[in-house]
């Protein structure tokens, strides 16, 4: 008898994500870090901010939208295969801080979030290093604690949730540099 290459009727398909998909969802294979990966996608979010004209607003905007859309789309198809696989950091800091369920699944791997998010709290600011680190702990901070409606929005389904609560998290760290700035400015001191 010949084995055959397709699968039985017992063995349903196994779901497979192109090579493409896992680039994109997983920041460059940043996400494959096996701790602490939502923040080594927040450095690679940074590292890409530096690059030439991404303080053009008529640069980041588009890049943030196209990636943005690029990332629910990949994230959706990731996160379908993965489930809710977190590493051990990602878990216990998920037990801490989000102790409740989460209907739609966002793993670990899946980082293009923190990237995206990262550059939203970057916008419209000087990309010197004082706002740079501010803006990562800040962002960091937000996307743990996931204000509203931060924690809210995770459970939009399709990737949209994936991505839309480290946009909140980008637009209050966003916020929060300008505050810091600007109460360093009132005291004057200066970074």
Known sequence: MKASNQPSESEPD????????????????????????????????????????????????????IVLYAGVITSAKVAAVEGHRLTKIAAATKAIFQPEEHREPDPSIVVIDEVVGQWISFFLLPLTLPTVIVSFFLFRAFDVL????????????????????????????????????FLLGLFHIHL
């Not at 940043?30 to 008529?58: D, H, K, M, Q, R």
């Not at 204000?147 to 980008?170: C, F, K, N, S, Y």
């Open 14 to 65: 196994q779901p497979r994500v192109s090579f493409l998909t896992k680039l994109i969802a997983t920041g460059l294979f940043v996400g494959y870090v096996p701790w602490a990966s939502g923040t080594f996608g927040s450095l690679l979010g940074c590292l890409i901010a530096f690059l030439p004209a991404f303080e053009n607003p008529l640069v980041s905007v588009p890049l943030i939208l």
């Open 146 to 181: 996931k204000p509203p409606p931060a924690r809210q929005v995770e459970d939009v389904p399709h990737g949209w949730g994936i991505m839309l609560d480290d946009v909140i998290a980008g637009i209050y760290a966003n916020i929060g540099t300008r505050i810091f700035f």
